[in-house]
């Protein structure tokens, strides 16, 4: 029987969003009070607030959700993808008057003051959004109470955005550590559990636990480890996550990256760490123009013509030409706009994907990589 929180509190104070283009929105309050600079990109999913603000990838960003009614659920413990929020915003048309649900702990709009995030309802987000698509991805400023809207265009204007910045470093763990959770729902496979090294460039928790699902038992390292450390684990395989940033930005992570492959251990990349695998062969990125933020691309595996609808996050792309020469070969494209979804090695045991497998949230249609991983690890570890 689903249950009914209260809705949100009546806002003490209005909320002010200002682009670096000069366009001012005015809402209200419903998130905690201040001030807030950030990269402002939109996320075309129906579902799975939550998760997309607790996000590492989304460190930098703000987030405006294109569908119009959010919160309508709740929150609960169960759906966060770290330990933090990691939205700078959140922008939404409206945020749910009453949290509706058996699973719901509290509401959205408690949820985002109790974590610091500045968040604003009650504007057109489809005029927003379309802004967005035309223009690009635009720096703003989100702000609560008596401003000067002004004022914070031209904080706007000077706020840095990610192109050459490592945000990876700001989100990875201190420490390695090792998670033992599955799926929820489902037990580990029986039997002895593969080795494998994750690179935490900004690490999903659905991910862990689907990498546990599939087999592997893993060990969770920062981002700027290095590859001699990492293979002292003799792991089966290296695992390399999704994460914030500038890919170009992480150059250390490139280094480690190309000693790992040349080594022949196997490698599997996910979002930033599909973008990092492409660097340390020889390959670059670029910035997409809005990026892709959803839980509704079609992605097309090239040798099969199968197609997944597939989670996404990421606002930097793999350019295909450059490639040429570096043995990474284009295996997925999206289907919409033909950007690079997914890569292999002529000759190593290495592959990736842009998009998210994991799912959270989002499709399950690609979940099926990670047993495609089990499979390279089980087939490359010495008899």
């Not at 990026?291 to 097309?300: D, F, L, S, T």
Request: proline share 6%.
């Amino acid at each position: 029987m689903a249950s009914s929180l209260p809705g949100p509190k009546p806002p003490s104070q209005d909320a002010v969003l200002a682009l670096e283009d000069g366009t001012i929105y005015r809402g209200r309050s419903v998130g905690a009070p201040g001030e807030r600079a950030c990269e402002l990109v939109f996320n075309t999913a129906m579902t799975g607030y939550q998760e997309i603000l607790t996000d590492p990838s989304y460190c930098g960003q703000g987030v405006v959700m294109t569908y119009p009614q959010i919160g309508n659920y709740g929150v609960s413990a169960d759906d966060e993808e770290s330990d933090r929020c990691w939205s700078e915003v959140f922008v939404m048309r409206q945020l749910a008057a009453q949290a509706s649900s058996w699973r719901a702990s509290g509401t959205l709009d408690d949820y985002l003051r109790e974590n610091g995030v500045p968040a604003i309802d009650g504007i057109d987000t489809r005029h927003l959004t379309l802004r967005l698509r035309e223009r690009g991805a635009l720096r703003a400023v989100l702000a609560t109470g008596e401003v000067d809207a002004q004022a914070l265009v031209a904080k706007a204007r000077a706020h840095p955005g990610l192109d050459g910045r490592d945000l990876a470093a700001v989100v990875s763990c201190k420490r390695a550590y090792e998670w033992n959770e599955p799926l929820a729902g489902t037990a580990a496979p029986k039997g002895e559990r593969l080795p494998l090294v994750v690179y935490d460039f900004g690490v999903k928790r659905n991910i862990l636990r689907c990498l546990v699902s599939a087999g592997f038992a893993p060990r969770v390292v920062p981002a700027a480890t290095s590859a001699a450390d990492a293979l002292t684990h003799q792991p089966a395989g290296v695992f390399l996550s999704n994460g914030p940033g500038d890919p170009a930005a992480v150059t250390y992570a490139h280094a480690a990256v190309r000693e790992i492959a040349a080594s022949g251990t196997p490698v599997l990349g996910i979002c930033l760490g599909h973008q990092i695998l492409a660097h340390a062969f020889g390959g670059s990125t670029h910035k997409m123009k809005f990026g892709h933020h959803g839980a509704n691309h079609p992605v097309i595996e090239i040798g099969t013509g199968r197609i997944d609808i597939t989670s996404q996050n990421h606002s930097f792309a793999v350019d295909a030409a450059s490639l040429e020469g570096t043995g990474l070969e284009v295996t997925h494209l999206n289907a919409n706009d033909g950007v690079v979804e997914g890569m292999r090695h002529a000759e190593l045991p290495v592959f990736s994907v842009q998009y998210h497998p994991e799912a959270a949230p989002g499709p399950h249609d690609a979940r099926h990589l990670f047993q495609r991983f089990r499979a390279l690890a089980t087939a490359t570890v010495p008899a």
